[in-house]
């Protein structure tokens, strides 16, 4: 089946997940949507973010998508088992994948959580982590100024590596702590300026490839893994401003991409 693999985030984190897809899965087409111009979802309400996830689930519907993947940590949390229990197509979240990565690296049960205000507050992770593992021991921590930094391109440099050292502070401070799970899809744009602060003792944990195995797996399931010889055309869609996500993007995969969009999403009726 050659229909598109659908993927959303709340900018451009979500690009470290399109491009972990297309490593494993070469053959498939990919249909991104970041929603830049609304960015970051993490202080949002719960409200908010239902009802800008649902306005990107039907932009991409209209592309008649056969999978989707929500990669935003925010929305995972708010929207994941609406989406599952409306949506007729296999949708998978980012929570679970690294919840599970998680707990194949540590050693020592002491895990970390970083994250948006909006995926903290929800406790999703710890909620995941604790559903497999009752006994292991979860630190969460919100880091609010990550984004809007990824979002402008502000990747590396001093300034940089003084806001996350700032900001994980509390964790740094946390004896046995030896796995630390990147909680959004923005921070592993950041990830060798956040190991740097938090030191060689501590894993870093992305979700993105435990979610594209996944999506592997559920796509030879249910049978509609592409298998022909059709070079794939990958569409990326933002709704802000392209500059700083085509950047972002040509620094993620390498190579220069011509593919992109800028687009206005529908108004989407709140489920």
Request: negative net charge.
């Amino acid at each position: 089946m050659n229909k598109a693999i659908g993927v959303i985030d709340s900018g451009v984190g979500g690009l470290t997940v399109a491009h972990e897809l297309m490593r494993q899965l070469p053959k498939e087409r990919l249909i991104y949507l970041g929603d830049t111009q609304r960015c970051p979802y993490g202080p949002r309400s719960k409200d908010e973010v239902k009802k800008f996830t649902w306005e990107m689930v039907e932009f991409l519907l209209e592309k008649d998508i056969k999978m989707l993947i929500v990669a935003c940590n925010t929305a995972t949390a708010f929207t994941l088992h609406e989406l599952k229990e409306h949506l007729s197509i296999p949708v998978i979240g980012v929570i679970k994948p690294g919840a599970r990565a998680a707990i194949n690296g540590t050693k020592s049960s002491h895990i970390g959580v970083i994250g948006t205000e909006g995926t903290i507050r929800s406790d999703a992770y710890a909620k995941a982590l604790k559903d497999i593992n009752a006994d292991l021991d979860v630190q969460s921590l919100a880091c609010p100024s990550f984004v809007p930094m990824v979002e402008q391109g502000r990747l590396s440099g001093e300034q940089t590596e003084e806001v996350v050292g700032d900001s994980l502070l509390p964790l740094k401070q946390k004896r046995n702590l030896d796995t630390l799970i990147l909680g959004c899809t923005h921070y592993p744009l950041i990830k060798d300026t956040i190991q740097l602060v938090m030191g060689d003792d501590v894993a870093i944990i992305s979700s993105s490839e435990e979610t594209a195995r996944e999506a592997s797996t559920i796509l030879e399931f249910h049978g509609i893994l592409y298998k022909g010889e059709e070079t794939p055309l990958h569409q990326f869609y933002s709704t802000g401003q392209l500059e700083v996500f085509a950047k972002i993007a040509e620094g993620i995969f390498k190579e220069f991409i011509n593919h992109f969009h800028s687009v206005t999403i529908e108004k989407a009726t709140l489920r």
